[in-house]
């Protein structure tokens, strides 16, 4: 099975900055897509980026234009680079892996973005 370790969240001012980070961890798996959800209070969990094996990227609409994913296929990493944040992007953050088999989830960590 697959175990995902995030980091980078935290307590950020408006038009400021944050870099999560993933590592995916196990065997015996093969990983098509690896990307970021997040889920503020009382809200749905909603797709923030992604990024397949095949080279397919795709952002949330929201999120176009100040946040950057890239993925390291060979070290199972990827990466959420986040500018410009604004209190709406506060939600916890959950990293994502798709495998030719399943779904696999992270903790998830707190971005708060607050004056």
């Known amino acids: 099975q697959v175990q995902l370790v995030e980091s980078g969240g935290g307590l950020v001012q408006p038009g400021g900055s944050l870099r999560l980070s993933c590592v995916a961890s196990?065997?015996?798996?093969?990983?098509?897509?690896m990307g970021w959800y997040r889920q503020a209070p009382g809200k749905e969990r909603e797709l923030v980026a992604v990024s397949s094996r095949s080279g397919g990227i795709n952002y949330a609409d929201s999120v176009q234009g100040r946040f950057t994913i890239s993925r390291d296929s060979a070290k199972n990493t990827v990466v959420l680079q986040m500018n410009s944040l604004k209190p709406e992007d506060t939600a916890v953050y959950y990293c994502h892996v798709r495998t030719i088999w399943s779904q696999y989830w992270g903790q998830g960590t707190q971005v708060t973005v607050s004056s």
């Open positions: 196990g065997s015996g798996f093969n990983i098509n897509a």
